[in-house]
């Protein structure tokens, strides 16, 4: 391990709308690169110019908490901050990996968020989290605190291979249950599921069910990109190492797309069976309105509402209308309220999806997404 400790400039960072993912607007990263080394990691690619051997090398925001400071309180914001949680872990690296044992960098930006009490989600694979356990109560119980835990599977040999440096599934089970036992919402990200490896229904099967016997609330899924370049020549080196006979069947779905994409059948396949799989369970496939019903204003609830729909639809390779109309609310100065009249105006919107932005404003849900959700 190299460790080099550098001062960032800035902390913060401001999405151009809200992520539907983790409902979320402001994220952060307070260290450069990750020594969770997981074979799969994104945060290889060239995008995010990591400086030297990803896994080994790390840089460290030695300055983080001071910027911070500046840059959450709100009263030196001249415009006021989205109300939306806080993101802290996520991108190209793990809030609680190794250095945090002694930089405590994470555990001091959560005091932060204490004291300037915004609502907070949190994206690790690391049990380390538990340490922060009361600090995270505390902020649950003032404003909201989610805890996250990404997952390939929940097989300890896959696990051990393409997460080296990572708790075996079982402990990252084991900390969302203890969270969970402590009044904290918790979500799974089944992200990446590896093809051919674990995208076996019965692999997802048991990675929703070991979630759901854990106490989860929900489980974001996705499939794995491959990017041309650092990303995909380290999968495939161990891919040669460990699985030789997989290489071709790879190819045969990886084809070059400039962002990394599998192929439209591929995905078709995971997304229906993650689909069917989770209808089984009853397990939501996006966090629950009641996670996050208080805390985004007007027009960011019809948002995320109208993505929800639009995804949930697309997992059954249905067509939808839904995303773009939430593309385009995303981008109104207005509260919907105040142009309820003209919602047919707004690029995207129909009568359909009028009928459900009405619903939404009158009564704070539709009944279409409830059930969609079901
Ligand atoms: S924990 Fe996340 S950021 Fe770290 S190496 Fe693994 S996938 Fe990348």
């Known amino acids: 391990m190299n460790i080099k400790e550098i001062k960032a400039k800035s902390i913060l960072r401001k999405h151009k ?44 925001k030695i300055n983080a908490i001071e910027i911070l400071q500046r840059e959450l309180d709100p009263k030196r ?16 690296c793990d809030g609680y990996q190794k250095t945090e044992e ?25 049990t380390l989290i538990e340490r922060d356990l009361d600090v995270i109560k505390r902020i649950n119980e003032k404003s909201r605190a989610i805890v996250n ?21 079982e ?36 990675s929703i069910r070991k979630a759901k016997d854990a106490g989860v609330d929900y489980i974001i899924f996705s499939g794995m990109t491959l990017k041309i370049g650092r990303q995909q020549d380290y999968f495939y080196s161990q891919l040669k190492k460990h699985f030789p006979n997989l290489i071709s069947k790879y190819h045969n779905i990886y084809k070059g797309d400039k962002w990394g994409n599998v192929t439209h059948e591929y995905y078709s396949t995971i997304n229906q069976r993650f689909d069917s799989l989770t209808n089984k369970f009853q397990m939501p496939k996006r966090m629950p309105l009641h996670l996050f019903q208080n805390i985004l204003d007007e027009n960011d609830k019809v948002m995320l509402i109208l993505e929800h729909i639009d ?7 249905q067509i939808s209308p ?36 009405k619903e939404i404003l009158d009564t704070g849900n539709s009944s279409y997404y409830k059930k969609l959700m079901e």
């Open 149 to 169: 835990f990404s997952f390939s599977s929940v097989d300890e040999k896959i696990s051990q291979i393409f997460e080296p440096n990572v708790p075996s599934p």
């Open 77 to 92: 914001k001249r415009k006021p901050f989205k109300k939306c949680f806080m993101m802290v872990g996520g991108g190209a």
């Open 171 to 206: 402990k990252r089970l084991n900390t969302i249950n203890l969270f969970k036992r402590n009044g904290i919402s918790c979500g799974m990200f089944l992200m990446p599921v590896i093809p051919f490896l674990t995208d076996s229904p019965e692999m997802i099967e048991n």
């Open 322 to 357: 839904y995303g773009y109309a939430a593309w385009s609310i995303s981008k109104l100065d207005q509260p919907l309220t105040e142009t309820r009249q003209k919602l047919r105006s707004i690029k995207g919107v129909g009568s359909v999806t009028e009928k459900i932005i």
């Open 102 to 126: 002694k930089y405590q960098l994470t555990r001091n930006v959560l005091h932060l968020i204490e004291k300037f009490g915004y609502p907070v989600q949190l994206l690790t694979k690391s």
């Open 311 to 317: 995804y949930l639809l697309k997992l059954k390779g």
């Open 17 to 60: 709308k809200i992520d539907s993912w983790f409902i979320s607007c402001y994220a952060m990263n307070l260290y450069r690169g990750c020594l969770h080394n997981c074979v799969y990691c994104d945060g290889r690619t060239e995008k995010y110019q990591i400086q030297g051997e990803f896994g080994k090398d790390i840089e460290i």
